[in-house]
């Protein structure tokens, strides 16, 4: 539940109301010319309560003004626990008024409010903030803090009183993470606790276990392989043992996971998508970090594409196997590869200093997309707006700049992402 200006959830005067098992993000305030006149703005709730119960359990919250709110008024009662709190705090995570904030000459902050084992990833503002005193109380325990303060964390203002903190632990960190966005164009959103660095996984257009969702590949020292199902949510099960998976991914149609044998000089293949079973690929001597992988033939099949700086060479993945030549000077690590043509095929790209060029292995000649002196090895090659293009994305200064192919001319237009 996102981008909702007031609210995601809102409980008034309802008993046994339950919020679980949801993520809560990107609900901050917007308040016109940063004033707070007579006009409507909002309130950046995740999940504000009034008078009314609600447990509140299981939930991911991010990038919320208040993760948790109540007016504070007598009859507000609420349960947290075993919630998610990343880093994004807006203000503190879960916040109760009291009656100086509803100006009604009380110091009442509701009835009672139960908060335990939830774990909050913010240190810069408190994960919990009461302003006034809970006419039953307020029960804080065995939550977990990135904060190296207890009372710093959980605090109560304005007023003191039925105010319990007890038993929660400080300096707790469990990034780093992965976090996803979206096309390009949409704030980062966590995925999982995960120390693997990018740089060691392998990702693209795999889906090994047939669900839908990309998956993403790296290897262990006495692993061919382990793989990251339903878009790198989960965690790494075994799959294969061996070694030397050294390919080059590309993005393709069909999942396939390589590995040479170097006994009996031939590459494996697996594609079955759950257990990588090995079967004979190609008979060659040379090392899977000399090839590139993908359907450079458009028949749906993954073909290996050699580049040695005097000819190129598309060996066919399947039998009967044939192996096409193009007298090219250029060689692998000169090369970027993507369907930049929109012909399904697989087109390589490269970089004079001062443009683009890409080589359509259909009509044989390169193409001239766009002017840039952009070496390609700062460039990231993706289709961002799923049109079946690659499009070509750089950072600079906080900003991501993509280049999107436009169909009609086969050219690029450059447009400016802020993450």
């Known amino acids: 539940m996102s981008s909702w200006p007031r609210a995601a959830v809102e409980i008034k005067s309802a008993q046994g109301a339950r919020v679980h098992h949801n993520v809560i993000q990107y609900n901050r305030r917007h308040e016109h010319n940063n004033t707070c006149g007579p006009h409507n703005y909002g309130l950046g709730y995740g999940v504000v309560i009034g008078p009314g119960r609600v447990m509140i359990e299981a939930n991911v919250f991010d990038h919320n003004r208040h993760d948790i709110a109540s007016d504070g008024s007598p009859g507000a009662l609420y349960t947290a626990t075993y919630n998610l709190v990343l880093d994004g705090a807006v203000e503190q995570s879960f916040d109760v008024h009291g009656g100086k904030d509803r100006h009604d000459c009380t110091n009442i902050a509701g009835t009672a409010f139960v908060i335990h084992h939830n774990t909050f990833l913010q240190s810069h503002k408190p994960a919990v903030r ?59 959103q966590w995925q999982q606790f995960e120390r693997t660095a990018m740089s060691k996984v392998a990702v ?73 079973a090995l079967g004979s690929l190609y008979k060659t001597k040379a090392p899977l970090s000399s090839a590139v992988f993908g359907d450079f033939e458009g028949d749906d099949h993954i073909d290996a594409f050699f580049a040695d700086g005097t000819q190129w060479s598309i060996a066919q993945s399947f039998s009967p196997r044939a192996t096409r030549h193009y007298m090219q000077p250029y060689k692998l690590t000169e090369l970027q590869f993507g369907n930049f043509v929109g012909d399904s095929k697989m087109d390589a790209l490269r970089s004079t200093g001062s443009e683009w060029l890409v080589w359509d292995h259909v009509s044989k000649t390169w193409n001239h997309p766009q002017l840039s002196s952009i070496p390609l090895s700062q460039l990231t090659f993706a289709d961002f707006d799923e049109d079946g293009f690659t499009d070509i994305a750089r950072s600079v200064n906080g900003q991501w700049l993509v280049s999107w192919v436009v169909r009609a001319r086969g050219r690029c237009s450059t447009r400016v992402i802020k993450i």
């Open 204 to 276: 693209g257009d795999f889906d090994f276990d047939g669900d839908g969702a990309a998956d993403g590949m790296r290897v262990t020292p006495h692993r061919v392989a382990m793989v990251k199902e339903r878009s790198r949510r989960l965690g790494f099960p075994q799959h294969s043992h061996g070694a030397d998976i050294t390919a080059r991914f590309r993005p393709f149609r069909e999942p396939h996971a390589y590995r040479r044998r170097s006994r009996d000089r031939e590459w494996m293949a697996s594609i079955e998508r759950r257990h990588f």
């Open 130 to 188: 009461m302003r006034g005193i809970p006419v039953t109380g307020a029960w804080i325990y065995k939550n977990q803090t990135r904060d190296g303060d207890q009372g710093d964390a959980f605090n109560q203002i304005n007023s003191s009183g039925n105010f319990t903190v007890e038993d929660n632990a400080t300096n707790g960190n469990l990034f780093p993470a992965w976090s996803i966005s979206f096309g390009g164009a949409s704030f980062w």
